[in-house]
């Protein structure tokens, strides 16, 4: 016999919802014929899988380890997740990191040079590191995992959203989705620009290439986008800006600012070739002049959650990185407040 003593993420879930998420190789036919058999059962009484559980519940699951591994896909045995973040100078960074936390969401100032998710089983990521930092352990329920909720390009610096839990995960992803959220970032880029703008385009990414095209007229499967700007200042002939995301696609502050023929300066990808050679000598830049500055949390009643209440109204704000200081020095940001 196994037993699952239910936890704070599957609390409010239906069992039949639950068992689907641990019995991977079995059906929901072969669920129910369990319940109705009391193979399986709930607070030790016979279950029809409709139930809604409580924390601190008891799911008695009466098979073999043999036939329960191969149901489940997984031992018996609790195992810990295994990531490439192994030591405790990987915690430190992660928690180095951190902006805020609570009970169901952190918020992080990502450095460049790191992966928000990895993209084959070698890579490091933050994903990794969250989990290694909440010490998360991939136990039989495994109904849930932490993870962020925003991406930023591997040398994209800035704010990056992660659920510690089900709800935290959720919550903050709806946000995001419906934009709900404000998110504003720094963009150092090429030229002159002389006021606000909001500017439109429809986006296609090449999967091949991993590179996007960004158009002024729709095109097919593209996706239209809007990106909004505003001048914080000059330095020598090129734009600081603040920008902020109206629609989130893959590389879109990039692409779109490229567009217009004012790219991000550092950016390999879509700049300029000549004006980052110029900046990699002088200054040493060898990534995007892109930082995920400020998000700002809707301050209305569109969610009586937990996760929500702590975050509603809240504006976060992360200090950009070593790179931009090269460019426009210590403290500028602040300077500007005051």
Not at 69 to 82: A, I, M, P, Q, Y
Request: glycine share 6%.
């Amino acid at each position: 016999m196994i037993e699952i003593i239910v936890g704070k993420n599957e609390d409010g879930q239906r069992l039949e919802r639950v068992l689907e998420k641990i019995f991977v190789n079995a059906n929901a036919g072969f669920i129910f014929k369990m319940l109705r058999k009391k193979n399986i059962t709930l607070n030790d009484k016979k279950a029809d899988g409709k139930e809604r559980l409580v924390a601190g519940s008891s799911i008695k699951l009466w098979f073999s380890d043999e036939s329960f591994e191969k149901l489940s896909g997984k031992k018996v045995e609790n195992t810990k997740v295994k990531n490439n973040c192994t030591d405790k100078k990987n915690v430190e960074k992660f928690n180095s990191y951190i902006v805020y936390e609570d009970d169901n969401t952190i918020i992080l100032n990502k450095p460049e040079g790191i992966l928000s998710q990895k993209s084959n089983i070698k890579d490091a990521s933050i994903n990794d590191m969250l989990l290694e930092y909440l010490d998360f352990d991939d136990s039989v329920l495994n109904t849930f995992k932490p993870s962020i909720c925003n991406r930023l390009d591997r040398n994209t610096t800035g704010l990056l959203v992660c659920g510690k839990s089900l709800e935290g995960l959720r919550v903050n992803n709806e946000l995001i989705k419906t934009k709900a959220v404000d998110k504003f970032y720094l963009a150092l880029v090429k030229g002159y620009i002389k006021e606000k703008c909001l500017i439109s385009g429809w986006l296609y990414k090449d999967e091949s290439s991993n590179k996007v095209i960004i158009k002024n007229k729709a095109f097919e499967a593209a996706d239209f986008i809007q990106t909004e700007y505003e001048v914080l200042d000059y330095f020598e002939n090129n734009t600081l800006l603040l920008v902020k995301l109206i629609t989130g696609k893959t590389h879109q502050i990039r692409a779109h600012l490229s567009s217009i023929s004012h790219p991000i300066i550092g950016d390999f990808k879509y700049g300029d070739k000549a004006v980052n050679g110029e900046f990699k000598k002088r200054y040493g830049i060898k990534s995007q002049l892109l930082h995920s500055y400020r998000l700002v949390y809707p301050d209305t009643d569109i969610s009586d959650t937990d996760t929500f209440k702590a975050l509603r109204g809240k504006v976060f704000q992360a200090d950009y990185n070593n790179d931009f200081r090269k460019v426009i020095g210590d403290g500028y940001l602040e300077n500007q407040r005051t």
